[in-house]
């Protein structure tokens, strides 16, 4: 875990009530029921004169929000930057976690250790983890992907769709979501095919 040490002072009620949108602030950096002595950089998810009732919420560069009673002595806090203050161990957002799909044509175990030995190699053996994994084999084929309003109106002539992306991979599907209040509609690809007469 890697962190770093800021001097910092830690805020009254009254000093975060004046603070806003784009203050930065650090707030404990626990998460999902995981405690972690130490410290995340932060921001109120809404101005702290809006806050009701002493509660402040908060979300940190890891996404977690949680709500902080600044002036309750047994919480962490909320602190902000002051040379005059204290030392506190604030966690490093230098990581970036990735959800990779890979499609490898003609794939194998092989290949598969291929690319996970590369990137090892590329970032560090002690930094590339497979979580999970799950290997699926997919037809080498290609669709084209549209959208179109998920309640159309029965007995219409013309479709009324937009189209969202040609000569794709079904796989790659899986891992996107239509537009609000439309579904997908996928067709097997289609060359398109320029009939424009030349001269």
Same mark, same amino acid.
């Given at each position: 875990?890697?962190?770093?040490?800021?001097?910092?002072?830690?805020?009254?009620?009254?000093?975060?009530?004046?603070?806003?949108?784009?203050?930065?602030?650090?707030?404990?950096?626990?998460?999902?029921?995981?405690?972690?002595?130490?410290?995340?950089?932060?921001?109120?998810?809404?101005?702290?004169?809006?806050?009701?009732?002493?509660?402040?919420?908060?979300?940190?560069?890891?996404?977690?929000?949680?709500?902080?009673?600044?002036?309750?002595?047994?919480?962490?806090?909320?602190? &902000?930057?002051?040379?005059?203050? !204290?030392?506190? @161990?604030? $966690?490093? /957002? #230098?990581?970036?976690?990735?959800?990779? +799909?890979?499609? &490898?044509?003609?794939?194998?175990? !092989?290949?598969? @250790?291929? $690319?996970? /030995? #590369?990137?090892?190699?590329?970032?560090? +053996?002690?930094? &590339?983890?497979?979580?999970?994994? !799950?290997?699926?084999?997919?037809?080498?084929?290609?669709?084209?992907?549209?959208?179109?309003?998920?309640?159309?109106?029965?007995?219409?002539?013309?479709?009324?769709?937009?189209?969202?992306?040609?000569?794709?991979?079904?796989?790659?599907?899986?891992?996107?979501?239509?537009?609000?209040?439309?579904?997908?509609?996928?067709?097997?690809?289609?060359?398109?095919?320029?009939?424009?007469?030349?001269?």
């Amino acid at each position: 875990m890697n962190t770093e040490k800021v001097t910092a002072r830690r805020l009254t009620a009254e000093e975060v009530s004046e603070l806003g949108l784009q203050d930065d602030i650090f707030v404990s950096a626990g998460m999902d029921g995981l405690p972690l002595d130490c410290y995340a950089p932060a921001f109120l998810t809404e101005p702290g004169k809006n806050s009701e009732g002493g509660s402040f919420a908060a979300r940190t560069v890891f996404g977690e929000e949680i709500h902080i009673l600044p002036d309750n002595a047994e919480e962490p806090g909320i602190w &902000v930057a002051d040379k005059a203050g !204290e030392e506190i @161990e604030v $966690l490093q /957002s #230098a990581g970036i976690l990735l959800n990779l +799909a890979l499609f &490898v044509p003609g794939g194998n175990k !092989e290949s598969l @250790e291929s $690319l996970y /030995s #590369a990137a090892r190699d590329a970032f560090g +053996a002690g930094i &590339v983890q497979r979580w999970s994994e !799950e290997t699926v084999a997919v037809p080498d084929v290609k669709v084209d992907l549209f959208e179109e309003p998920a309640r159309g109106r029965k007995n219409t002539s013309g479709q009324n769709r937009d189209r969202r992306a040609l000569d794709i991979y079904p796989t790659r599907v899986r891992f996107l979501e239509p537009s609000e209040g439309w579904k997908f509609i996928i067709e097997p690809h289609k060359e398109i095919v320029d009939d424009t007469p030349t001269i």
